[in-house]
C-alpha cells in the first residue's frame, strides 16, 4: 500500500474554532478521519500531520523526499511567504498536490499568490474538506494505487 502524508500547515489545528464562516465547522480530527478513510479506498496509507512551525514542516518534507513518500499539503499561511517551504518542496521525489480547503484566489489578494504552487503536481482549493478527498484522488492516479501491476 501507498504511503501518503497529508501535512497541515499554522492554524489547521484550530479547525472547527477558527473563523468557521471561511473553514467550516470540521475538526482537524474530522480532516484526519476523511483522508485516512479516503486514503483506504484509494489504497493509499494515509498518515495526517499538522504543525504550527515552519521547520518541523520542512523537516517532514525533507522526510519525504528521502523516502519518496507522495504528498498531500495545506501549507496554510506558508503558502503565501515561506521561500524555504517551497525550496524544499523542490526537492521533492515523489508527487504533490497542495490543498486548501478554502479558495485563496476569492478571499484578501495577499492569500492570491502561492510560492509552492509552481513546484506541486497541482492545487485543489475552495471544496472544503472535499479539496482533500479530491487531492488523495490525484495522488492515487499519480502513483497508480490499487492498479493491477502499479508502482507500490
Not at 473563523?19 to 489504497?43: F, H, I, K
Not at 489578494?109 to 492545487?123: K, Q
Not at 479539496?131 to 502499479?150: D, F, N, R
Request: include cysteine.
Amino acid at each position: 500500500m501507498t504511503q501518503v502524508l497529508v501535512l497541515n500547515g499554522p492554524n489547521l489545528g484550530r479547525l472547527g474554532i477558527r473563523e468557521p464562516d471561511v473553514y467550516g465547522s470540521a475538526t482537524l480530527a474530522d480532516l484526519a478521519e476523511t483522508c485516512r478513510e479516503t486514503g483506504r479506498q484509494l489504497g493509499l496509507d494515509v498518515t495526517v500531520r499538522q504543525t504550527d512551525d515552519e521547520a518541523e514542516m520542512i523537516r517532514w518534507v525533507h522526510e519525504a523526499a528521502d523516502a519518496r513518500t507522495p504528498v498531500v499539503l495545506n501549507p496554510a499561511a506558508f503558502t503565501h511567504y515561506s521561500y524555504a517551504l517551497r525550496d524544499a518542496l523542490a526537492m521533492r521525489t515523489a508527487p504533490l498536490v497542495e490543498v486548501h480547503l478554502s479558495n485563496p484566489a476569492a478571499r484578501e489578494s495577499f492569500r492570491h499568490t502561492s510560492v509552492v504552487a509552481g513546484v506541486a503536481n497541482g492545487t485543489v482549493a475552495g471544496f472544503g474538506l472535499q479539496s482533500y478527498q479530491l487531492a488523495l484522488q490525484a495522488i492515487a492516479k499519480l502513483v497508480g494505487a490499487g492498479t493491477p501491476g502499479s508502482a507500490p
